[in-house]
């Protein structure tokens, strides 16, 4: 059972930035690709960003590219997400994900989840 941890939440204002982290227990991490997803009050979950097992391929969700940025340390056995330019719509429950399908790390159908970590953005 693969366990991930994400750390890194908090409450900041419109145009700041914040990382999150996501710690995974499985020595084999970096035979996992990784995704973060968020999930606001009231909305269906949203696909943020993916990561396929090495450091190389990313991709990213419409609402976050070119603002977001995903790597890992595949040695720390940690994914990132660094959050530049938050809006308030960035206001969500953050969730990393393991799979060992690069699709499942971009639709969601993963079979490890974090417990998430809550982002607050007010303008």
């Known amino acids: 059972q693969v366990q991930l941890i994400e750390t890194g939440g908090g409450s900041v204002q419109s145009g700041d930035s914040l990382r999150l982290s996501c710690a995974a227990s499985?020595?084999?991490?970096?035979?996992?690709?990784m995704g973060w997803f968020r999930q606001a009050p009231g909305k269906e979950r949203e696909f943020v960003a993916a990561?396929?097992?090495?450091?190389?391929?990313?991709y990213y969700g419409d609402a976050v590219k070119g603002r977001f940025t995903i790597t890992r340390d595949n040695a720390k056995r940690t994914v990132y997400l660094q959050m530049a330019s938050l809006k308030p719509e960035d206001t969500a429950v953050y969730y990393c994900?393991?799979?060992?399908?690069?699709?499942?790390?971009?639709?969601?159908?993963?079979?490890?989840w974090g417990q998430g970590t809550q982002v607050t953005v007010s303008s």
């Open positions: 994900a393991a799979t060992d399908r690069w699709i499942g790390a971009i639709k969601g159908e993963a079979e490890y």
């Open positions: 499985d020595p084999t991490f970096s035979s996992f690709a």
């Open positions: 990561i396929t097992w090495s450091v190389g391929t990313t």
